[in-house]
């Protein structure tokens, strides 16, 4: 039988389907081979070995769905106890593999959009609601800094742009030409969070937590940031609302991680609440966010956890976009310095700039400075082999030494490479012919640990050390002992003490009521940070204030200031100049006093005082309060 035409094309059409089918075949993937397969958690452990005994004893039950069913009723009806078993067995297990397993290489990761838990916002919005009460309670626990809180949303651009300049081995942003170091000090300075203390460690026994899981209803997934919330608009500011606040606040903003719910592992070390502010919390939010961000990077999490406000904020206070000088320090933690509107501007000038990376970064004490650079640059170029060179004040090299040396000392010095000192910037060391003049011995003064860098000579040293502007000066709190220059304590108070003192402004008058127990009280300049005291004592027929600068004494410095004191038609007033002191002030100083009646004092028996402090910048001009104090 001949084939017909029909017959034919039928039969190439299913020639051509049949090898389409093949080639489909051939492209479609196989299924990925994992060498290792991944254990099993605690449930599954438990679920097999429930499964296998219900189906032996139940064998009119429907199957495996059945089984199944059960199993999860007998596993959430089990106490820790009873599941130690097998918990431990799984973790035996994981421990193995993590340990066995070949590493995998990260993923490629192509991210335009950051996902994050990080929410200033959540955390702004219950800060809001606080009682005075319960941010006192938040105070005592050493983190009163973030009720100045006024950023409410994170620039997320900015962030994902940070994270892939974050060095997570070298701990250091690499942004403008510059690395940058992060350390805890970088979060004591941003998030007005103690960089000092015992370390925080958020594990040990499980059966040390139980009580704390079971109250917070934690779960695998975490305990809930609504709960959270929820426990947090109750008025009390007992124990229980310092651990709430603590959990809230490091699940929102300081240490959130990828899920949606805060860590439970965060209640080891919220056993004790009496010594929150004993830790080093710098130190932990910058360790959280480094091991977060790296696991960003290694495509182990999609969202990032970590504290990205720190780092958005930190950028703001290292880079200026207005040119040098711009920057200038502000009172307490940057935190409270950007708001809303702050950040919308700052935004609107990176984008004038062209976008981020633009600026200049200022934080020359993080990366290597010009000057230290340079002197580097100076010291690791020295000129090769001996250095030949003339002396004209030869004996002034000592009176020692055999006559070759004093041959030498007349004529022509040979010395060694080590043995040349080094003058960086002195005048008197010339290109060519390179002239050494000795000096008389030179010391560096007493107070180089506190910012000085004069090097002196020994006959002067001492002249200088009695006017020296960094000479110390000691914290005037009690609990407190740091000692540095005036300018280092302002920067310590602003950033450990700020809600110790009070706030002020030059040139405007500022009412302030003292109680009866309270010898003193630390006024900041917003201006310029520097701290005043205003000082109390008791006489026999009332109160002494008086009001003191605490710089070195032999600062020449002086501020003028007004006291008022009013008692219904009557009224006491002072205006003097400050005298500078180097802390508090002990005992009776013979400075000007103002002296109150204790009938003065109001029905609290608080002293109730109008304080005005002027500039000194201002003492010069035309400063209406000068002429009636000379007057």
């Known amino acids: 039988m001949v084939p017909s035409e029909n017959d034919s ?32 958690c605690s449930w599954v452990y438990f679920s097999r070995e429930f499964i296998r005994e219900y189906s032996a004893s139940h064998p009119e039950s429907s199957g495996l769905k059945a089984a199944t069913k059960a199993a999860s009723d007998a596993w959430k009806s089990m106490s820790v106890e009873e599941k130690a078993k097998y918990t431990k067995r799984s973790r035996e297990v994981w421990d193995n593999y993590l340990t066995t397993a070949p590493a995998r290489a990260p993923k490629p990761r192509k991210q335009t959009n950051l996902v994050t838990r990080c929410s200033p916002g959540r955390l702004f919005n219950v800060l809001q609601r606080l009682t005075p009460d319960q941010k006192a309670a938040v105070r005592s626990m050493g983190f009163g800094s973030l009720l100045g809180l006024r950023c409410r949303t994170l620039r997320r651009s900015l962030c994902l742009w940070l994270l892939e300049r974050f060095n997570t081995a070298r701990r250091s942003l690499e942004i403008c030409g510059e690395r940058i170091p992060l350390s805890p000090k970088d979060v004591e300075l941003v998030m007005g969070l103690a960089a000092s203390g015992k370390d925080v460690v958020n594990s040990g026994p499980d059966d040390l937590i139980v009580e704390l899981r079971n109250s917070y209803n934690a779960t695998n997934h975490g305990i809930s940031v609504r709960l959270l919330e929820e426990r947090l608009a109750a008025p009390e500011a007992g124990e229980e609302f310092k651990r709430s606040f603590i959990l809230y606040a490091l699940g929102t903003v300081l240490c959130p991680t990828a899920r949606l719910d805060v860590s439970p592992s965060f209640l080891h070390f919220l056993t004790n609440m009496d010594t929150i502010h004993q ?134 010095i040979i010395m060694d490479e080590e043995n040349l000192p080094i003058y960086l910037g002195d005048k008197n060391v010339v290109c060519g012919d390179i002239e050494v003049v000795v000096e008389s011995a030179r010391k560096a003064c007493q107070n180089k640990e506190y910012g000085c860098k004069e090097t002196l000579d020994y006959m002067k040293k001492s002249e200088h050390e009695e006017t020296c502007s960094y000479a110390p000066c000691a914290c005037p709190l009690l609990e407190c002992d740091f000692v540095g220059s005036s300018e280092q304590l302002s920067l310590h108070f602003s950033s450990k003490h700020w809600d110790s003192g009070r706030r002020f402004r030059y040139n405007c008058p500022q009412a302030i009521s003292l109680g009866m127990n309270e010898p003193f009280l630390v006024l900041q300049a917003e201006e310029d940070g520097i701290l005043f005291l205003l000082n109390k004592g008791i006489e026999a027929i009332g109160n002494t204030v008086m009001v003191t600068c605490i710089k070195p004494s032999s600062s020449k410095e002086t501020f003028l200031y007004d006291l008022v004191s009013g008692r219904g038609i009557s009224s006491l007033r002072l205006k003097s100049f400050t005298q500078n002191f180097p802390g508090r002030v002990e005992g009776f100083p013979p400075v000007d006093f103002l002296l109150i009646p204790f009938r003065f004092l109001n029905s609290s028996r608080q002293l109730n005082v109008e304080v005005c402090i002027w500039n000194s910048t201002e003492l010069g001009a035309d400063c209406p309060a000068l002429g009636l104090a000379i007057s």
């Open 279 to 412: 830790y080093n919390w710098g130190k932990f939010l910058l360790d959280r966010l480094v091991r977060e961000v790296s696991r960003f990077h290694q495509g182990k999490q999609r969202a990032v956890g970590g504290c990205l406000l720190f780092l958005q904020l930190f950028y703001y206070e290292t880079v200026s976009v207005e040119g040098p000088g711009s920057l200038v320090p502000g009172l307490g933690p940057c935190l409270s310095s950007w708001g809303e509107e702050e950040i919308t501007e700052r935004e609107k000038r990176e984008r004038e700039l062209g976008g981020y990376g633009f600026g200049e970064v200022l934080y020359k004490e993080s990366c290597l400075g010009t000057e230290s650079s340079r002197c580097r640059a100076q010291l690791d170029c020295p000129p090769a082999g001996r250095m030949h060179t003339s002396s004209e004040h030869g004996p002034a090299l000592g009176h020692g030494g055999n006559q070759v040396e004093r041959d030498q000392m007349n004529g022509e």
């Open 9 to 40: 094309m039928m039969g190439k059409r299913k020639l051509e389907e049949l090898i389409a089918l093949e080639g489909k075949k051939k492209k479609k993937k196989k299924k990925k081979q994992v060498a290792t397969p991944r254990p099993a």
